[in-house]
């Protein structure tokens, strides 16, 4: 199923390379917003998700948190075992 837009993506895009009115940025950027418009209108209409997202946000925040700490303290740690 998602073969098909990924083939005709690749033949429009293997077709219009090298062409200088083509703004492809714009198009991109039109359907990730598509993309997000649509990924949190079903987000609101799924009942069972809406009220778990609390839980679901909290363990986010911890793990986003932890990803955080320890990168920094990775760093800290290898600059100075490197000496920079």
Do not use: D
């Amino acid at each position: 199923m998602l073969i098909v837009p990924l083939a005709a993506g690749m033949l429009l895009g293997y077709f219009w390379r090298g062409k200088q009115g083509v703004r492809i940025s714009r198009v991109v950027s039109v359907v990730i917003l598509v993309l997000i418009f649509s990924l949190g209108f079903s987000m609101g209409a799924n009942g069972e998700l809406l009220a778990v997202l609390p839980n679901i946000g909290l363990i986010t925040f911890v793990l986003l948190f932890m990803t955080l700490l320890f990168s920094i303290i990775s760093v800290k740690a290898a600059r100075r075992v490197l000496g920079i």
